[in-house]
């Protein structure tokens, strides 16, 4: 049975910092991409960050980028999101989900959803 389980968004103070796990399992995620996708409330739901599981070739979305690191752990099978310099903006659930490519590319209709999303929310 195919998994994506993100978990560790929580309530932090703008500028801080949090880091997003994505468990998977029951697929060969080698053959994958993992992306990493949020949604905030009268938003379309924005590509954040991808890594190609094989390579690890990774692509960010410019309001992220030099903020947010994507990274993977094989031995754990899942993938991080490290979330910096957090700003208000950056309030939303986050979503992983997986696609068939070990390119990836930041298109939401590419990728398989499939967990409940985790919550950030950057507030003083």
């Known amino acids: 049975q195919v998994q994506l389980v993100e978990s560790g968004g929580g309530l932090v103070q703008p500028g801080g910092s949090l880091r997003l796990s994505c468990v998977v399992s029951g697929f060969s995620w080698i053959r994958y991409s993992i992306g990493w996708f949020r949604q905030r409330p009268g938003h379309e739901r924005e590509g954040i960050s991808c890594?190609?599981?094989?390579?690890?070739?990774?692509d960010y979305a410019d309001s992220v980028k030099g903020r947010f690191t994507i990274s993977g752990d094989r031995a754990k099978n899942t993938v991080y999101l490290q979330m910096n310099s957090l700003k208000p903006e950056d309030t939303a659930t986050y979503y992983c989900?997986?696609?068939?490519?070990?390119?990836?590319?930041?298109?939401?209709?590419?990728?398989?959803?499939g967990g409940q999303g985790t919550q950030v929310t950057v507030s003083s």
């Open positions: 890594i190609g599981l094989l390579k690890g070739s990774t």
């Open positions: 989900a997986r696609y068939y490519d070990t390119n990836c590319v930041l298109a939401s209709a590419l990728y398989e959803f």
